[in-house]
DNA sequence: ACTTACGGGACTTCCCGTTAAT
DNA sequence: ATTAACGGGAAGTCCCGTAAGT
């Protein structure tokens, strides 16, 4: 959640031999997780869309768990570089706390728009995915989920907290929560997006979001803002 | 979305023959589908679920299929009656448009408190959860749930243009994308409960929703709100 | 085998409530069996065909196997009609044994040519085709089978052996092979019209069982035949 | 068809690993289906015979019916072999085409009356069970069906006429034909011989046809033959 | 590291047959 | 006599996983 799905392969350095074969199932199993679900996302098809074969996905999954597990744990970790990635970016734009919070969300929102190759799976969260078939999974990929949303929700709160110093809200929220609705309104509008076959929905509920920040902490509220 | 998980039995009052039975299978297999995704939800664990047989199943759903557009079409019908009669209860309520639009939000965040029994699967959209495995599904199943989404949308889209004309928001918005955010923020609040395995996260995105709402439109803002 | 192959309704007299229903069933399964063989022909196929359900089938037919013996024996029946017919027709033609001989197997061949509707199931033999998936039959169904090839061998055998007084053969053959013989070459062209997909292929056959009578018996052989 | 009924195990010499299992499957299947046509010829009665499992038998045969077209393709292409090595024999055995006619027929009614095993399926043309349950199967098969025909009328038919060149026939027939009928006696045999419950029957059938070529084009008919 | 053959079980589908009701 | 609901099991397909081989 909260980051341009990028399913490009990755940059490592040092391939050892057969780290390429363990990302492109990473790769193509994510793009079916996408469209299928877990449980759809059968091993045969993974090596169909690879052009690998069972041997060599056993070889670096010895169970198909070790798979969800692989994706979800690459996921989170690219959802962590990309959020730390956008708070450099907001820090470097601004010192105000709150033109750093309006930048970051204002940066999920441009990715969002990025535009995706024809064959992309629809857009979605790799974690919603595995949520909704979620006692399908081990409690070790549900830990991962957790502190993948705790670590998102902690980092942003640290940002909020130093907004509510500056700009006293004009209602009472915490922090946390604000970190967390943040999280929920980018998965919200990506379920909402799949429901309308209408992607761009996203878009319309992360500005929604912003509206709700600046009603929230802006303390002079001109009409300086555009909404689509 | 945006309606306490009702499974309990329907209340009609003449059954034909055949008809408890095949709800049987309907309650059942939505409880599984919330635990584990359609693919997860098997008809033998639907049938180890009801003490039916397969016979009686494939009597009623000839291909599993089936079984899911008998689904999402129940939970589409009692999401237009969950949200026809809070409606009626807002406008019962109160005859100021922003009043019945905050009374009705109010009353999913209330709904969404109610207990539940322990044995119940942990809350969920049975939309996302198909979404989440959209190429699965038959474009009978996508109509039934962009259908059910545009409902919601017009629906509440017709109370916050009401609003609109009586209280000028603060920031421009439109009514739809308004109708449509109040749906996506329950549904992510519903993934949030999920991936932090805490149910009570999707109350405190409801509430973000009402703050929204009360900054956008209430003209005298005071501390009167209750937080979490 | 040795007839034409007549799905048309029967003729009885008296119907009984009922035996409309029961003949429906057993003409739909004649069609189908031709088609997909014994095992192909579902109780749900028949069903479709006739458009009649699955109790009216059980009262007629208490098991499936019930059905392949009334089949069998209706055909075999029909069968003997069609034989017994044939013999009186060639009685009243000529009195020269030899000469009511060919006539019969005239008769055959006219009867072969005579068009079927378009959606015919292709010209084959029910009893062949129960000898195909023999194992899957009881001892009643293969005792009637038999029986009906005994009555056709015996009744022509009769005549072969007036034939064979009256006119040595070249060959030294037997009344009952002779009888066989037809029965067999009927049998053959019928495989063969399927395995190419043409059924005038039987016709060809038919001719040199013809041929062959000629050759066997007839003392002055001119050229008066006519062959394809 | 025109052939005993070889199953025993192929002599090739170099097998790839695998290769053994498959010819087990189509031996075993082929076995079944002259007892209990195709769909009476279960997955699991295979697996009974041979011992092998589900997952062998899928992974030589995805689909059922690809078990059906490789047991065809090799029936033909051993019919093809048989007819060939007869060939080749009876052109050894004599320069005159009529005596290599002949000897062919009689070399097929020797095969037929070889000895079979106690335990071997009653004698009969897979081609035949198959075409008894023509839709069952698909439009590859009734293509390998017609060209394994037509391999053996062109074979046979261009023998014939060397036959009729040097021995006018005494009645006018095209050569085609001919070959077909050997064929076509061939299999009514067979059919004959499981109505009856009396294999032996074949034999009668194939003397009748070799009568019927001497008949045709032996110049000098002495009673030199026998009979059974 | 990667391949092919195989093992074996789970899942959907299909089918024969029964039963309660009319 | 005929229907719909249902029972229960078998069949084909699919799929995860193993193992011997290269």
Redesign the interface.
Same mark, same amino acid.
């Given at each position: 959640m909260m980051r341009a799905m990028t399913l490009t392969a990755h940059d490592s350095v040092k391939h050892r031999r057969g780290e390429g074969t363990r990302d492109k199932f990473l790769d193509a199993a994510c793009a079916l997780m996408?469209? $299928?679900?877990?449980?759809?996302t059968t091993v045969e098809r993974v090596l169909a869309q690879t052009g690998l074969t069972k041997g060599a996905f056993f070889h670096h999954f010895p169970q198909k768990s070790h798979l969800a597990l692989a994706l979800i744990e690459r996921y989170a970790a690219e959802g962590r570089e990309s959020l730390d990635a956008a708070i450099r970016r907001a820090e470097l734009a601004s010192d105000d706390p709150l033109q750093q919070l309006l930048f970051l969300q204002r940066d999920y929102i441009e990715r969002a728009q990025l535009p995706t190759p024809a064959d992309a799976p #629809?857009a979605?969260?790799l974690? =919603?995915?595995v =949520?909704?078939?979620? *006692?399908?999974h081990s409690s070790q990929v /549900?830990g991962v989920? /957790?502190e993948?949303?705790?670590y998102f929700r902690n980092v942003v709160a640290a940002k909020v907290r130093y907004v509510m110093e500056k700009y006293p809200p /004009?209602? #009472?929220?915490?922090a946390e929560?604000?970190a *967390?609705?943040l999280?929920?309104?980018?998965?919200?509008?990506l379920?909402?997006g799949?429901?309308?076959?209408e992607p761009p929905?996203l878009i319309?509920?992360l500005q $929604?979001a912003e509206?709700?920040l600046? &009603? &929230?902490f802006q303390p002079t509220?001109q009409?300086e803002?555009a909404?689509?």
């Open positions: 996408l469209r $299928h679900g877990f449980n759809g #629809p979605g969260c974690m =919603a995915c =949520a909704y078939e979620i *006692e399908e /549900r989920m /957790r993948s949303v705790e /004009r209602m #009472p929220v915490q929560a604000v *967390e609705y999280y929920a309104i980018y998965d919200g509008g379920v909402l799949r429901l309308l076959a929905a319309r509920q $929604h509206n709700y600046q &009603l &929230l509220l009409q803002q909404t689509s």
